[in-house]
């Protein structure tokens, strides 16, 4: 897209490129493919595949944005994220970071590997590689590179011979050597749900307030204010 949306005034315009990107895919339903070939996460999907047959406003109030400067070097970033009390709520979906003069996609969650925020700036990761193995890590996001740096959490892997989950707690320290504590199931589940509500739900705007002037098929006008 060589267009811009407008969206918010202190907005830089290649996060405008994106929002333009981010409304008309909500509006046209782009498939799971597009979505990753436009590097936009695939939960984007979710507000038309589960609620497709609410008009495309309500849609487009479900997803929102906001900029955040999420590791303090006084640059911000562009989060899109779920703003309903929908599934799967608080998830940020996508962060947009700006370096070396282009927008770079520096964390973008998928079905089993979704991520939230506090309100320190610390990005939670929700994994899960099947039913009994999961993890749940806060860590550290480089916005330049978009490395997660893992500081603790938790993890199940698999079932002992007894069919009880393997449950640890998790420490990394400065070298990065983790240092894994046996927990039991029950504390796993207290901990996962400490973990969720330490999740932040920002102040995002919908992406029903981007502006859009659709002049033909794949092409999209600045509108002006």
Sequence with gaps: FDSYAIAEPQMPALYQLVLNRYRVAVEDMWSGQRLFDNDMSILTMYPYVYYITE???????????????IDGDGSEELLIGNISNDYPEKCIYDVYSIVDGSVKSVLSSIERERFFINADG??????SSGASNSSMLWGELDTKSGQLTECYGIRSDGVDDNGELICYRENVDAN?????????????GEIRKKYLDETA????????????RRVREGYYRRVER
């Design 176 to 188: 990065e050597r983790a240092e894994q504590v046996r927990i039991s199931s029950e504390e796993y």
């Design 55 to 69: 008009e495309p406003e309500k849609r487009l109030d479900k997803i929102g944005f906001c900029l955040l400067d």
């Design 122 to 127: 610390m990005i939670l990761e929700d994994g």
């Design 201 to 212: 739900q920002l102040s995002m705007t919908p992406l029903s307030k981007v502006k859009l």
